[in-house]
Each structure stands twice: as C-alpha cells, then as structure tokens.
C-alpha cells in the first residue's frame, strides 16, 4: 500500500505562491504517475497537473499553464506542485494522486492512491 500525505497549503494573497508537497511512504513511487487534483467550493474535482514516473513527461490543465510546475524528487519519494501568481478561482482543496503506471492520466478515476488534501485559499 502507498500513503501519501500532503503538505503546503494555506491562505496567500492573489499574485502570491505556494508550494505544495506529496509525500509518500509504504513503498516507492518511483515507478508510477503521479498527478495533482482539485476540488474548489461547489464544483467537481479537476485535473491540475501530471508527471510520469520520470519527471520527463508534464501536463497541465489549461489555466494553470505557466503559472504551476509540477515536479518530483524520486530519491526522496516526494512530488511537489509550485504554485505562482495564485488567482482567487484557484482556491480549493488540493490532493495528490499515484496511479499504477508509468504515466500520469487526466482521469481521476485511473488513480489508485490519494492523498487527503491540503486546503488552498487565495484572497483578492
């Protein structure tokens, strides 16, 4: 079983950053996609950001794009989602994702371990 435990979140002012931490334990993660998700107030969980089991392979959701990075450090079994120029809209609960694959997918449902969230909230 993996176990993954997020960290980083808080309240920060529009234009501010964030940097949120995923990690693992139980076993490694070294070997599987990875994604970060989200569920703001009243809407459904999204799909924010992805890496494959390298870190070679990215994506983003739209409006995140050149504002996040995702990253991971497989030596310290850990992934990190940095998070600049936050916008209100991007306030939510942030949760980390490992699937059993090679490769990340947009669909939350292809994951297999979650983490519990890390609330983000962005004030205007």
């Known amino acids: 079983q993996v176990q993954l435990v997020e960290s980083g979140g808080g309240l920060v002012q529009a234009g501010g950053s964030l940097r949120l931490s995923c990690a693992a334990s139980?076993?490694?993660?070294?070997?599987?996609?990875m994604g970060w998700f989200r569920r703001a107030p009243g809407k459904e969980r999204e799909f924010v950001a992805g890496?494959?089991?390298?870190?070679?392979?990215?994506s983003y959701e739209e409006s995140v794009k050149g504002r996040y990075t995702i990253s991971r450090d497989n030596t310290q079994n850990t992934m990190y989602l940095q998070m600049n120029s936050l916008k209100p809209e991007d306030t939510a609960v942030y949760y980390c994702?490992?699937?059993?694959?090679?490769?990340?997918?947009?669909?939350?449902?292809?994951?297999?371990?979650w983490g519990q969230g890390t609330q983000v909230t962005v004030s205007s």
């Open positions: 994702a490992a699937r059993l694959s090679r490769w990340y997918d947009q669909r939350a449902r292809e994951y297999n371990y």
């Open positions: 890496i494959s089991w390298s870190g070679e392979t990215t």
């Open positions: 139980g076993r490694t993660v070294s070997s599987y996609g």
